[in-house]
């Protein structure tokens, strides 16, 4: 049985801009740099934590531990697999990008 909190539930139920802020919020909080978030995706469940991978303008991917009570890690994606973690390999149907092309699309019409 899997049993997610609220807010790891929530990611999952974002649209892709949202998601992109509440990301790129989590590696700013831990002191790291991502001007803008380009791509998100999910990995996968490790231990008790959802696994989100988000790829920034300046290339840096990361990856996201969101923990159950709502903490997260953050690491850069390269750094996984050094240290046994799960690489950040994005599911399928779970891609999204900052939802700004849509945004804007949206605004020029």
């Given at each position: 049985?899997?049993?997610?909190?609220?807010?790891?539930?929530q990611l999952?139920?974002?649209g892709d801009l949202?998601?992109?802020?509440?990301?790129?919020r989590a590696?700013?909080d831990?002191?790291?740099?991502?001007?803008r978030?380009?791509?998100?995706?999910y990995v996968t469940?490790?231990?008790?934590?959802?696994?989100?991978?988000a790829?920034?303008?300046?290339?840096r991917?990361?990856s996201?531990?969101v923990?159950?009570?709502?903490?997260?890690?953050?690491r850069l994606?390269?750094?996984?697999a050094k240290i046994?973690?799960?690489?950040?390999n994005?599911k399928?149907?779970?891609?999204?990008g900052?939802g700004?092309?849509?945004?804007?699309?949206?605004?020029?019409?």
């Amino acid at each position: 049985i899997m049993v997610r909190s609220e807010a790891q539930q929530q990611l999952f139920n974002l649209g892709d801009l949202d998601r992109a802020i509440a990301l790129k919020r989590a590696i700013v909080d831990q002191g790291l740099r991502c001007a803008r978030v380009v791509t998100t995706g999910y990995v996968t469940r490790y231990k008790d934590m959802d696994v989100w991978t988000a790829t920034c303008d300046d290339d840096r991917a990361w990856s996201l531990f969101v923990s159950a009570n709502d903490s997260v890690q953050v690491r850069l994606c390269d750094d996984n697999a050094k240290i046994g973690l799960p690489a950040c390999n994005v599911k399928p149907g779970t891609e999204g990008g900052t939802g700004l092309d849509e945004l804007n699309l949206a605004n020029a019409g």
